[in-house]
């Protein structure tokens, strides 16, 4: 009885210590959102048709693929804002005397 104790005993510790760097990290990379930021972050993941509800097999490469889509129609509005800014109107000056 008390060789069980011990091994779950070590078996807890050992998860737990294992979970630090992932914890750590995760903790350093929401740094600084506010609520209402990571609620919108959410609405455009399932915009994109990613479901956080539903149970999957592949959850890294789901809400990647999420997250790429995202980050193509950030950048695509973006250089959309960027081109609509840009003034493409002939210039009025003249050239030679």
Known sequence: ???LRLVTAAFV???AVAALPATASAQQTSAGLTRA???AELVQLEATGY???HVTV???AD???AEAKVQATDR???DMASASSTDIRP???QTGS
Do not use: C, E, G
């Open 1 to 3: 009885m008390k060789k």
């Open 13 to 15: 510790a050992l998860t």
């Open 37 to 39: 930021q990571v609620r």
């Open 51 to 53: 479901n956080p509800h």
């Open 58 to 60: 592949h959850y890294p």
């Open 63 to 65: 809400i990647q693929a």
């Open 76 to 78: 695509t509005a973006h």
């Open 91 to 93: 210039s009025n000056t």
